[in-house]
């Protein structure tokens, strides 16, 4: 994610949030936090969630002692606009090729002396002299 300046880009945590519940569909507070980006879920709080509920993006119910959270139609059609805006945004990403060395010539190995043997000892004799 691209933070500038300690700063998020607009929509960039109800994008994320968002996101997480369009995935799963219907989460738990505490879980919907934990799967989202640690320093995005941060940002999450009681302002950010009646906003998206009054922008009827998210449903939020109590059940028991917790908020549950229900991505709605309204919501995942904002973040499918929202990631195509941002796809808009970037330039394609193009990879520059490889001008690496050339590859290695494989060379046969060099006979090496055996090791214990003079040298003496590894040079043949004539038949004349045996």
């Given at each position: 994610?691209?933070?500038?300046?300690?700063r998020f880009k607009p929509g960039q945590v109800r994008a994320e949030l968002l996101g997480v519940l369009d995935r799963w569909g219907r989460l738990v507070e505490s879980d919907l936090k934990r799967m989202m980006d640690v320093t995005l879920a941060l940002r999450v709080?009681?302002?950010?969630?009646?906003?998206?509920?009054?922008?009827?993006?998210?449903?939020?119910?109590?059940?028991?002692?917790?908020?549950?959270?229900?991505?709605?139609?309204?919501?995942?059609?904002?973040?499918?606009?929202?990631?195509?805006?941002?796809?808009?945004?970037?330039?394609?990403?193009?990879?520059?090729?490889?001008?690496?060395?050339?590859?290695?010539?494989?060379?046969?190995?060099?006979?090496?002396?055996?090791?214990?043997?003079?040298?003496?000892?590894?040079?043949?004799?004539?038949?004349?002299?045996?």
């Open positions: 994610m691209g933070i500038r300046n300690g709080d009681a302002d950010l969630r009646r906003q998206l509920e009054q922008e009827n993006l998210i449903r939020v119910e109590q059940v028991g002692d917790e908020l549950v959270f229900t991505i709605t139609e309204d919501g995942r059609r904002w973040l499918h606009s929202y990631r195509q805006r941002r796809s808009a945004e970037r330039p394609p990403r193009v990879r520059p090729r490889r001008r690496g060395r050339p590859p290695r010539q494989l060379t046969p190995p060099s006979p090496e002396p055996v090791p214990g043997l003079a040298a003496a000892e590894t040079e043949t004799v004539p038949d004349s002299e045996r």
